[in-house]
């Protein structure tokens, strides 16, 4: 005779229900119903039974309804994460940075070529290389080698030189 062991799983024992049986609201509508039916006349259920069950029920409902809008307001949240990252690093493109490289310590330059998102971190494709955002100390300016990091209209050929737009 086999005998078989008791899980946390098991309906007789109060464990949860197996992977996706869960008691929705017309199970619980013809599960009340049914008590109702087959209740003994001679001392029937009170009134305030069936309240504190529909309570129950209601209650349980709404805090699977929160739970579901927490996923995804988390997985949004996550998202929008991936995507400032992405933004911010991609605005790096072009540009010249120092960074540690991350086998032999030194510090390195090079001219930002590509980024993507790896496992959730922004990457760099410095020069070949590929450098995590992190690892990124200094951003040098823009990589056209004039050296004029802090004139923001050098190269500029849209105005006339005297100031104005072109006209």
């Given at each position: 005779m086999?005998i078989?062991?008791?899980?946390?799983?098991?309906?007789?024992?109060?464990?949860?229900?197996?992977?996706?049986?869960?008691?929705?609201?017309?199970?619980?509508?013809?599960?009340?119903?049914?008590?109702?039916?087959y209740?003994?006349?001679?001392?029937?259920?009170?009134?305030e039974?069936?309240?504190?069950?529909?309570?129950?029920?209601?209650?349980l409902?709404?805090?699977?309804?929160?739970?579901?809008?927490?996923?995804g307001?988390?997985?949004?949240?996550?998202?929008?994460?991936?995507?400032?990252?992405?933004?911010?690093?991609?605005?790096?493109?072009?540009?010249?940075?120092?960074?540690?490289d991350h086998?032999?310590?030194?510090?390195?330059?090079?001219t930002?070529?590509?980024?993507?998102?790896?496992?959730?971190?922004?990457?760099?494709?410095?020069?070949?290389?590929?450098?995590?955002?992190?690892?990124?100390?200094?951003?040098?300016?823009?990589?056209?080698?004039?050296?004029?990091?802090?004139d923001?209209?050098?190269?500029?050929?849209?105005?006339?030189?005297?100031?104005?737009a072109?006209?």
């Amino acid at each position: 005779m086999t005998i078989q062991g008791i899980s946390a799983n098991d309906p007789l024992y109060g464990g949860s229900a197996a992977g996706g049986q869960t008691l929705g609201k017309d199970a619980f509508m013809k599960l009340l119903v049914n008590q109702l039916r087959y209740q003994d006349p001679m001392s029937p259920a009170k009134n305030e039974e069936f309240v504190a069950q529909l309570a129950q029920f209601s209650s349980l409902e709404q805090m699977e309804t929160l739970n579901e809008n927490i996923v995804g307001l988390a997985m949004l949240q996550q998202s929008n994460e991936l995507m400032n990252q992405l933004t911010n690093s991609s605005a790096l493109i072009g540009m010249s940075v120092r960074y540690v490289d991350h086998v032999t310590g030194e510090a390195r330059e090079g001219t930002v070529d590509s980024v993507r998102i790896e496992d959730g971190l922004a990457v760099l494709n410095v020069g070949g290389e590929d450098v995590p955002l992190a690892l990124v100390s200094e951003v040098l300016g823009e990589a056209d080698g004039s050296g004029d990091e802090g004139d923001s209209d050098a190269g500029d050929d849209n105005d006339g030189g005297d100031g104005s737009a072109g006209e």
